[in-house]
């Protein structure tokens, strides 16, 4: 899904797609994994690399294969790979972060954590790939211990040199919509939060909304009625039924639902 959202959105960049090995890409393959790699290849130009799965043993079978994206770091035929988390939307192209001055590795800061301890989100990661790096990472991996994630990964070997990439418009949490306080991500106290105006001006849009589910699992009804954002106070009638937010919230899940079930079992053309 983020393919298609990159090639309707006309990025330039090329778009690499890591999958494991063992999924087969041949026309022999008739599995559903098959059928939409070859779809991505040959609709969205997308350029595909086997790997072998890195899986933490002992950790929460969520986060157990989450150290796998770090692979990027041995794509050596580029100067630089944008790698990207694919529990999100992309609203906007970020080509330009190519350009962005020279570093192993850009993260923006994770700003819904403390920001005295300055915690780097790895769900956006600019990486310039070397052998050197990816030994490295490789070795972080094989030792991590079963609470030891790729965001703790990346923090542990690059938090003192990364580049900081802005969070704001790289970066937005769905949960930021049901937020209270919003300081952190605006970056400025004196601002006032507009939330169709921070949507509109977000590139990447991560879904982070504890209880509920990431949204390709369908979440209990009483479980979105009790996380989603309130309608708010509407001075032109003096009731809380300025519903915009909510709404806008409700529709990502709905968009992200929809453009799901196109692939689900879309009119293939291999």
Known sequence: MLFESLHRLGSKADRVLMYPSEWYVSEEGGSRESCMLRYARNHYGVKLKPIEIQINSGS???WSKSCTKLLAFNQTEYDRVLNL???ATILQTMDELFLAPSSPVA????YWTDPEKRIFTSAVILIQ???AAFDRTMNAISTANSSTFDMEIMNNMYKDTTLTIPHRPYILLTGEFRSNKHEAYLGNS???WDAEKVFKEAKYLH???WPVPKPWIK???DVVEDSQPQCELNPATGYKDDCRVKNLWLGVYEDFKV???VFQDPPYTY
Do not use: I, N, Q
């Not at 993260?107 to 994770?110: F, Q």
């Open 107 to 110: 993260m923006p800061l994770a």
């Open 190 to 192: 004196g601002e006032t």
């Open 129 to 131: 790939p070397s052998a």
């Open 259 to 261: 453009r799901r079930e």
């Open 207 to 209: 879904f982070s909304d």
């Open 85 to 87: 988390d694919s529990d």
């Open 60 to 62: 929460d079978v969520t």
């Open 219 to 221: 979440a209990l009804p």
